[in-house]
């Protein structure tokens, strides 16, 4: 499991990315990239990384599922998520 730190910090860019989007927006479209560079670098949405919602893990993050590949398997491979069955042929 990804550390306590790392999730957290993401869930703080994730709060500032939301704060900051409305002036942004404005900001841009203003085309006021002085206005831009002074507000803070998490204000960018581009910062923010998917993290597994289980684990935590940002590699190999499926978006459909919220996941790691990882958490993934695992839980498909007891059944835990609807409409997930191991293929066979």
């Known amino acids: 499991m990804a550390k306590k730190c790392w999730i957290e910090r993401d869930a703080r860019k994730r709060r500032t990315v939301e704060k900051y989007a409305k002036l942004r927006e404005e900001l841009k479209a203003k085309g006021d990239y002085v206005g831009l560079s002074m507000l803070p670098r998490d204000a960018s949405s581009t910062r923010t990384v998917n993290r597994c919602k289980v684990t935590g893990r940002r590699h190999g993050y499926l ?8 958490a993934f398997r695992e839980m498909a491979l007891h059944g835990l998520i609807p409409g997930v069955t191991k293929s066979s042929w």
């Open 63 to 70: 978006r459909r599922f919220k996941m790691s590949r990882l």
